[in-house]
């Protein structure tokens, strides 16, 4: 808690860890923390939402967009991607990999080159709390996730979140 995160960061960390019976039912204000995501930039957004909170953001936007995930290639098995993916298209089958960093974890587009011969790559890097530096690629095959789009996607599907991400995203200023 001490490097690279900011005070509204840690003020939500110390109440999700202040917080008895984490994971129990609870009731969340939906209009107001739809409100509150509707007036935060991606960058904020992405400075909140934990390497987990982000992945899971991530992977609902690719489901949403067909995309489903093979549960045998989510373990620690591999570590160059964080899981493959299945999408089924006019009759086609087509292979994908995601990779996710964030904070200050860097990712590099170019060690993923090999991977676009098995399928598609997709690639998400948070920004940083100012919205700075984003990813791009110009290669066949490899996808770099706009962090605005995937932070539109997360506005408009913010009730399929897991309540954990919805727990950290309520408590931000």
Known sequence: MKKGVDDDARRVIQEL???DDFDGERTLDFERLETKLESMGSGKLFSILDADDT???VLDYLQSNGWRI???STGDSQAKYECELRRVTNGGREAGFV???SGDASLTPAEYSD???EGRVFLFSSPSDDGGQQLSVDQ?????INPEKLADHLRENARWLP???L???SFSS
């Open 17 to 19: 860890h202040s917080v």
């Open 167 to 169: 727990l950290r995203l």
């Open 55 to 57: 992945e899971e953001v």
């Open 140 to 144: 066949e095959g490899l996808t770099v």
């Open 70 to 72: 093979t549960k045998y």
């Open 99 to 101: 990779q996710v960093k």
């Open 115 to 117: 991977l676009t011969d």
């Open 163 to 165: 309540t954990p991400t």
